[in-house]
């Protein structure tokens, strides 16, 4: 599972921000986030995400001259492609590493308990010696 973690989250950590918006874009966006199942979080990671691969993607149509418009056209649609593949995989890795972390956590509360199960055993197994003892006297 590390070796997953370090190829797949290589440089990654969890960063919080915190911005104003104005209330009919947060209605927008929450009906946005509903309409496709994400949670809040899911939905601002995905928008980020693809809003960045749209400003980027407007960049080189820059580049691009204008009678090529074909090329324009195809263009266009592998852009759209392109932002919805990456809008997903944000979201994606973004809930592979909540997992992650949640399955840490639980695998530290699992190694916990077995600890104190094991204790608990020696603890009732001296106690049945100790009761057996009693009995023989």
């Known amino acids: ?43 601002l990671m995905f928008l980020l995400k693809a809003g960045l691969r749209a400003v980027k993607d407007e960049q080189m149509i820059k580049g691009i001259k204008h009678s090529e418009s074909d090329t324009l056209k195809e263009l266009r649609r592998a852009q759209m492609e392109h932002l919805l593949l990456e809008g997903r995989y944000a979201v994606m890795k973004y809930r592979t590493f909540q997992l992650l972390q949640t399955v840490k956590a639980l695998e530290w509360k699992l190694n916990a308990i077995r600890t104190e199960n094991e204790r608990l055993i020696r603890a009732n197994q001296a106690m049945r010696i100790q009761l057996s003892a009693d009995q023989n006297r």
């Open 1 to 43: 599972m590390d070796t997953f973690e370090d190829d797949f989250f290589t440089n990654v950590g969890m960063r919080h921000i915190e911005f104003d918006i104005l209330d009919d874009v947060w209605r927008e966006l929450q009906e946005e986030f509903t309409e496709n199942g994400w949670t809040e979080q899911e939905g």
